[in-house]
C-alpha cells in the first residue's frame, strides 16, 4: 500500500537540542511538505519541496531546516532557534503540476514532539 | 493575506441529523477548494474538493460541498449523520493559479455524534 510514513510518533526532548522527524512516501509523489499543527489553528506550511535538491520556506521556516536528498525523503530538524517546538509536526505529499493547480494533498499519521 | 475561516469549533450531533459546517474565505479571484477531514487516530485525507466546473461538490461517504462565490463559502453538508462521522473537519483554499504551497487551512471543526 502506498502512503507516507512519519517517525517517531511521539518525541521527547530536551531544550536546546536539535531534533530531526522522518518523513518517508513510497507514493511517488514529486512534492512534499512540513506542517506545523497548534491547538485552535489550522496547519500552517514549514517548508515544502517541488523536487529533489530544492526546497522553499512557508509561512512559519524559522528555526527549521530541511533536506531533499532523495524523492522518498524529506526529513524534517528542528533546531533550537526554534522558539515554541512543541507541536504535532505533519508531512505530506503530493503531485506537482506544472500549472500550477493543487494537488489533492496525502498526509502522514504526524509527530508529536514535547520539548522541555 | 488569504485567510479561511471555520466559525464552528465544536459541533455536536445526534445520529440522522443534517449537518452544515461552515467555511467562509477571503480571497476575491479564482480559489481552489477543499475539505479535508482526519478520523480519530488515523491521518488527514481529502475528503472532496472544486476546482472549477458545477459548485455542487460530491466527496466520499455521503458528503457534498457547494461553492457560493457570491458568499466566499464552500459550506459542507451531509444529509443524515452517523457516528463513524465523528472526526476533525478542516476547510482549505489556494487561489486557483498556485499550487499547495499556497493552501490556507482554516481552523478546523471537531464533529462529535452522538449514537
Known amino acids: 500500500d502506498g502512503g507516507i510514513t512519519q517517525s517517531p510518533k511521539y518525541l521527547f526532548r530536551k531544550e536546546g537540542q536539535n531534533v530531526t522527524l522522518s518523513c518517508e512516501q513510497n507514493l511517488n509523489h514529486d512534492a512534499m511538505y512540513w506542517y506545523r499543527q497548534d491547538p485552535g489553528q489550522g496547519l500552517r506550511l514549514i517548508y515544502y519541496?517541488?523536487?529533489?535538491?530544492?526546497?522553499q520556506k512557508g509561512d512559519i521556516a524559522e528555526g527549521y531546516s530541511v533536506s531533499r536528498e532523495k524523492k522518498e525523503s524529506f526529513p524534517l530538524t528542528v533546531t533550537s532557534a526554534q522558539k515554541n517546538p512543541t507541536a504535532f509536526y505533519l508531512c505530506?505529499?503530493?503531485?506537482?503540476?506544472?500549472?500550477?493547480?493543487?494537488?489533492?494533498?496525502?498526509f502522514g499519521n504526524g509527530t508529536r514532539l514535547t520539548v522541555t | 493575506a488569504q485567510s479561511v475561516s471555520q466559525h464552528n469549533h465544536h459541533v455536536i450531533l445526534s445520529e440522522a441529523a443534517s449537518l452544515e459546517l461552515g467555511c467562509n474565505y477571503s480571497y476575491g479571484g479564482t480559489v481552489n477548494l477543499f475539505w479535508y477531514v482526519q478520523y480519530p487516530g488515523q491521518h488527514l485525507q481529502l475528503l472532496l474538493k472544486?476546482?472549477?466546473?458545477?459548485?455542487l461538490v460530491k466527496g466520499i461517504k455521503g458528503f457534498e460541498a457547494e461553492f457560493i462565490k457570491s458568499k466566499f463559502s464552500f459550506n459542507l453538508r451531509k444529509p443524515s449523520v452517523q457516528w463513524s462521522d465523528t472526526a476533525e473537519y478542516f476547510c482549505?483554499?489556494?487561489?486557483?493559479?498556485?499550487?499547495?504551497?499556497?493552501?490556507?487551512f482554516g481552523t478546523g471543526t471537531r464533529l462529535t455524534i452522538i449514537p
Open positions: 505530506a505529499s503530493s503531485l506537482f503540476t506544472s500549472q500550477g493547480l493543487a494537488s489533492p494533498l496525502h
Open positions: 472544486y476546482f472549477s466546473g458545477d459548485p
Open positions: 519541496s517541488q523536487i529533489v535538491n530544492d526546497f
Open positions: 482549505a483554499v489556494t487561489k486557483g493559479n498556485f499550487g499547495n504551497e499556497k493552501l490556507t
